[in-house]
Each structure stands twice: as structure tokens, then as C-alpha cells.
């Protein structure tokens, strides 16, 4: 297994142990593939949830561009529903899990088809 399986598997395991969800593995492959070499990046890797403009960021980059959503308060809320379910104290929330969280949240499913 190469060094991206090994990730979308942990990433999997936090979608079980931390989400309480059983994940749809071949979304969740896709969703990491999306996120590019960010994955590999110890920075990039995680979303810093506590920080506003990384929110931003998320919100524009990930929700409007990738996902195709309407600007709106409608996708703060969506962000923060995501934060709760991987759990506001769990410091580290990788990228691909949160994406993929946000993807299942909105229905995107389809965006990555």
C-alpha cells in the first residue's frame, strides 16, 4: 500500500472512531485525491478550525469553487456543523475528512462522480 492508502484509511478511521459514521470509502478516495499534495503537507493537512480566515478559506476555495455552493450564511453553518460532528476539541481534523464531512453535509456527493 502506497503512502495516499495509508492515509485515506486513517482518514477513514477518524470518520469511524471520531465521527461516528461508516464512511463511503470510495468518495472518501476521491475527496483525498481532490485535495492534492496537501495531504502530505504537515500544515495543509489539517483544517485549524479555531482560526476565522482558514474558515474562509474552506468556505471560498473548498464550498463555492469546488462544490459549487451560493455564497450565504448557510455554509458558516455547514463549516461549524462539520467542526462539531470531528469534535470541537480534537485539535487535529484532517482536511480530507473535513471536505468529505462538508461534501456528505450539502449533498455534493456528485460533484466528485
Do not use: W
Amino acid at each position: 500500500m502506497g503512502k495516499r492508502d495509508d492515509l485515506i484509511a486513517q482518514y477513514a478511521e477518524d470518520l469511524k472512531s471520531k465521527c461516528g459514521m461508516t464512511p463511503d470509502m470510495d468518495l472518501l478516495k476521491k475527496v483525498t485525491i481532490a485535495c492534492g499534495p496537501s495531504i502530505y503537507d504537515a500544515d495543509a493537512c489539517t483544517v485549524a478550525a479555531s482560526q476565522a480566515s482558514e474558515l474562509e478559506t474552506v468556505k471560498n476555495n473548498f464550498l463555492i469553487k469546488k462544490l459549487g455552493l451560493a455564497d450565504g450564511p448557510h455554509l458558516m453553518e455547514g463549516i461549524n456543523k462539520a467542526i462539531e460532528t470531528y469534535g470541537k476539541s480534537e485539535r487535529n481534523k484532517f482536511r480530507a475528512v473535513f471536505y468529505y464531512l462538508l461534501t456528505k453535509h450539502f449533498g455534493k456527493d456528485s460533484v466528485y462522480g
